[in-house]
C-alpha cells in the first residue's frame, strides 16, 4: 500500500517553513513541499484548509503582506470566500506552513508539539 505523502505549503524563505522543514528532516519525515511563490495556492485546496482550519486562522493578521494592504481591503475579509479572494491574490498572506498529513489532518503554522503529535497519528 501506498502511504499518502505528506505534503507541506509555504513559501522557502519563511522562517516558519524553514523551522518545520529542518524538524520533519530531523525526525526523518520524507515530505514534498509546494511553493506557494513558484506553484501559486491551490485553490481546489483553499476550500479545505478552510473547512479544516477556519479563515481567520489561515489568514496571517500579523504578517507583512497583510500590514501593507489597505484599510478597505482588511475590512472587506469577513468570510470564506473574502478570504479565498485575498488568499488567491496575495498567497503571502497565508499563515506558514500548511501541512496536510498523510492521514488527512491539516495544520497551520509550526509547533514542535503539533508536529509530534501528528507524527504519532500516523
Not at 501506498?2 to 526523518?28: D, F, M, Q
Not at 473574502?82 to 491574490?89: F, R, S, Y
Request: charged share 20%; aromatic share 10%.
Amino acid at each position: 500500500m501506498n502511504t499518502p505523502l505528506l505534503t507541506v505549503y509555504g513559501i522557502p524563505n519563511c522562517n516558519s517553513v524553514k523551522k518545520a522543514r529542518a524538524w520533519l528532516t530531523e525526525h526523518g519525515v520524507s515530505y514534498a513541499f509546494h511553493d506557494f511563490k513558484k506553484q501559486g495556492v491551490p485553490a481546489d485546496l483553499l476550500a479545505r484548509w478552510l473547512a479544516a482550519v477556519g479563515w481567520e486562522k489561515l489568514v496571517n493578521r500579523q504578517g507583512t503582506t497583510w500590514r501593507k494592504l489597505d484599510e478597505a481591503t482588511h475590512l472587506a475579509v469577513v468570510n470564506d470566500a473574502t478570504a479565498t479572494a485575498l488568499m488567491l491574490t496575495h498567497p503571502s498572506v497565508i499563515k506558514r506552513p500548511v501541512v496536510m498529513w498523510p492521514q488527512g489532518a491539516i495544520s497551520v503554522g509550526f509547533d514542535e508539539q503539533v508536529f509530534a503529535q501528528q507524527l504519532a497519528n500516523e
